[in-house]
């Protein structure tokens, strides 16, 4: 098996759990390569990628542009806030247009679910999902999973809880598909407003006391509050959200599970989802989920621009 | 003793003994009669289907003893020498190499180190599947030493062209050679001569030449597949 099943990466749903195998075997050796003293391969120097952002983004966009850099391939930036998407331009002439000035893969972020997945029918490339709205952030589930896997081994029979905002959160959904694959099993908590309604016929179990949760899990991902995409008010107040679901130290210890790995995809707001010396803390794996989100970004783009022959 | 590559009944030319016999006349009419009479003398091209034994585990390991001492000839002082194996092939090789030569001189250490060179090809997105990479595992630095590359089999000359491509990212030695196993002639795509061979073999493109290394190194042999094998 050295091939992925798919020409896209458009979420975890439509991957099969060899290719994350794959990815994963690759993003080692990448990870060796980000550091070394020369951080650079010539794989992908004759590739173009674009990288479409339609949507706010710091860790992801940085991570994807330093993952194409290290792998020597050129990177164009393309933000919607400055671009004719404004004159009413629709995505797949956008797009289009950038794939006539020769580029050979997308990376797209973009606040509709199922943007990608429209694109990737009507545009001829490569297309990676960089979060397409409340839908999927394949290469984030990935980057999460690969870091419990250094930090756990093989996944299966692990217990992940999921923490917060779900019912707004790609993160979730697609790190729900993902651990599910590798044999790990999922359950979520937060406010009942919070969770979708139907949620658990993703085999999902939703528990609604932390504690409970805390208690029965080995590793805990806090999402953020994403009040940028809450339309009504879910919670009283952000006060309230941290008393009920909020982790801190004080808590941990009062169930005895100081021993639970912690994870949050960013950004994090401090002393709301989780408190600074968890966040710092030696059970936080976080700034190691941002190390190995360059490595596994540069695997699924080295693997998908592999399976495209070259115009030569 | 008759030497195991003459019961194969193939020419090494750079092994020393058939260069006498491919030269010297005399010696030529003795080897014809004798193979006349070898009943297991099977012609280079007559292959089965397991594929033809070039190199038993025999004269493999006679091949491994020069190899070793033609570096140690070179190099006496291994203080700022490095062996470094092109992954995944040249692993075996160099460790075998490198055991051969702390036996020579027990007194040194001799650094041994693996390259992988997967993302410094040249046939990426141009082969129909994708090349899953092996680890690198370089625990010193590579500035300013002597390098020797090693390799099992050398054939068009691009995978180590990768190599020193990717060498040359952990620094800038002072000096790299290439010792291989097998050199395969007159096969080369681009200008890369070693400067230690095991044996020389001249065969087709469409054939394979494979080198099969067993733990306890008896039964390590070097092996040709044609084309459709």
């Known amino acids: 098996m050295t091939k992925l099943s798919t020409k896209h990466l458009l979420g975890i749903k439509n991957i099969t759990s060899e290719d994350i ?191 409970e949760a805390l208690r029965w899990c080995d590793v805990a991902n806090m999402l953020r509050i994403q009040l940028e995409r809450q339309d009504i008010q879910y919670f009283p107040s952000l006060r309230e959200y941290t008393m009920q679901y909020g982790l801190s130290s004080k808590l941990l210890k009062e169930i005895g599970r100081d021993d639970i790995i912690i994870m949050h995809p960013g950004p994090i707001n401090r002393g709301v989802e989780i408190t600074t010396d968890i966040a710092d803390g030696k059970q936080s794996i976080i700034l190691e989920q941002v190390e190995n989100g360059v490595a596994v970004r540069m695997a699924v783009l080295y693997l998908l621009a592999g399976q495209t022959k070259s115009a030569l | 003793m008759k030497s195991p590559c003459e019961s194969e009944g193939i020419f090494f030319a750079s092994d020393a003994l058939h260069l006498k016999e491919i030269f010297d006349p005399f010696f030529l009419k003795i080897l014809n009669i004798s193979r006349k009479v070898q009943s297991n003398f099977t012609p280079i091209f007559a292959l089965s289907m397991e594929g033809k034994t070039l190199l038993t585990n025999t004269a493999l390991n006679y091949t491994l003893d020069r190899l070793a001492f033609e570096v140690y000839e070179q190099h006496i002082d291994f203080s700022n020498l490095a062996f470094i ?54 625990d010193f630095s590579v500035e300013g030493k002597e390098i020797i590359l090693i390799d099992d089999v050398l054939f068009t000359g691009r995978t180590v062209r990768s190599a020193m491509d990717a060498l040359l990212d952990f620094g800038r030695p002072k000096h790299v050679e290439l010792l291989v196993l097998i050199d395969r002639r007159f096969s080369r795509e681009l200008p890369v001569q070693p400067d230690y061979t095991g044996s020389m073999v001249d065969v087709v493109k469409a054939e394979r030449v494979k080198v099969e290394w067993t733990d306890d190194n008896t039964n390590n042999r070097v092996i040709l597949f044609s084309s459709d094998q």
Not at chain 1, 42 to 53: E, G, Q, V, W, Y
């Open chain 1, 21 to 211: 195998h794959l990815i994963f075997q690759t993003a080692d050796n990448f990870k060796e390569v980000i550091n070394r003293p020369i951080k650079k391969v010539p794989s992908l120097r004759d590739i173009t990628i674009a990288n479409i952002f339609f949507e706010n983004s710091t860790r992801t966009k940085l991570s994807f542009e330093l993952a194409e850099k290290r792998l020597s391939a050129d990177v164009i930036n393309f933000s919607a806030s400055s671009s004719s998407v404004k004159k009413g331009e629709t995505l797949v002439d956008t797009v289009n247009n950038i794939l006539a000035m020769k580029v050979d893969m997308v990376v797209m972020r973009h606040p509709n679910p199922g943007a990608c997945m429209h694109l990737a029918r009507h545009v001829n490339c490569s297309i990676v999902n960089a979060g397409d709205g409340a839908h999927e952030h394949p290469t984030q589930a990935l980057l999460d999973a690969y870091s419990l896997r250094e930090k756990l081994g093989d996944l299966t029979g692990k217990k992940v809880l999921i923490v917060g905002d779900i019912l707004h959160s790609r993160v979730a959904l697609s790190n729900i598909f993902c651990l599910q694959k590798l044999g790990a099993e999922v359950r979520v908590c937060g406010p009942a407003t919070l969770l979708p309604k139907h949620i658990e016929s993703l085999g999902v179990k939703v528990m609604l006391n932390l504690k």
């Open chain 2, 85 to 138: 194996s092109i992954q995944p092939r040249g692993l075996p090789l160099g460790k075998r190499i490198v055991e051969k030569l702390s036996i020579l001189v027990p007194d040194q250490k001799i650094l041994h180190g693996a390259l992988d060179v997967t993302f410094y090809r040249d046939d990426f997105r141009r082969r129909e599947e994708v090349l899953v990479p092996s680890a690198t595992e370089l």
